[in-house]
């Protein structure tokens, strides 16, 4: 959960910024960095993305007091955790600074075996995104929205590969993929005369094509999940017995 809610509150802060570039209201980038702080507060992993947030700020933000007081922002939304954890611990980032602040609870040994597990997890999973490795081929039509949108999204994947490679600690960027690859999809088929081609065949039966669609979407999710449902399944402890030993 802490997860997804992370990404949602990112998605927010990059919107907002995106945003701001095309109104001028120093009142948003505010609004940016207060979701920004939570998206760090609420979870490690936003920390991954702070140093890309920052980036585009700069770009889009040139005016050095509004950053100074949005960086202020994000501070006190998202510093209690890591102030709470410095009291408790000694570590304001426990237990991943344990060789630099000293261990609590976890020791090296555990660290370590964390780090292996997340080796054993590397890689993509979610290949629905994959659409999204075309964008670039656009980049001469691309408006500026869209392309800070490429650029935020290449370097959060680019820095999640080198910093983890576990598949979701890569969620909070997963809405700015999915932009990507709509827009490419989208791009695709307006240019190949296929999308007009639709149209007018939707027009003339719709009631018949919205349902069929809604058949091939769910069948298709059904597919595509069909080895995680069947896993699932199998989990369903019939009695009390089974469920007290799981």
């Keep these: ?65 509004i950053l100074i007081r949005a960086g202020t922002i994000i501070v006190i939304i998202g510093g209690f955790w890591y102030l709470r954890s410095y009291i408790i611990s000694g570590d304001p980032i426990h237990p991943i ?19 292996s597990d ?16 075309a964008a670039p081929l656009f980049w001469p039509t691309l408006k500026p929205f869209l392309r800070g949108l490429l650029v935020v999204t290449a370097l959060s994947v680019a820095l999640w590969f080198l910093v983890s490679g576990y598949w979701r600690y890569l969620s909070p960027i997963y809405p700015l993929l999915a932009l990507l690859s709509a827009w490419v999809i989208i791009k695709i088929w307006d240019s190949t005369g296929i999308g007009p081609f639709f149209e007018i065949l939707l027009a003339k ?10 058949v091939v979407m769910v069948v298709g999710a059904l597919l595509f999940n069909s080895k995680n449902i069947i896993r699932a399944w199998n989990e369903i402890y019939p009695d009390p017995e089974t469920r007290d030993l799981y």
């Design 205 to 214: 039966h719709q009631p018949k094509a919205a349902t069929l669609f809604y």
């Design 118 to 133: 997340l080796d054993h997890v590397r890689g993509w999973r979610d290949w629905s995104f994959l659409p999204a490795l």
């Design 97 to 115: 600074g344990g060789h630099l602040f000293g261990f609590w609870l976890w020791n090296a040994d555990d660290l370590r075996g964390q780090h």
């Design 1 to 65: 959960l802490p997860v997804h809610a992370s990404s949602h509150v990112w998605t927010s802060a990059f919107a907002t910024l995106a945003v701001r570039s095309h109104i001028q209201d120093s009142r948003l980038s505010y609004l940016a960095a207060f979701f920004a702080g939570i998206a760090v507060g609420v979870k490690y992993q936003g920390l991954f993305y702070l140093p890309i947030f920052f980036l585009l700020a700069l770009i889009i933000e040139k005016r050095l007091a």
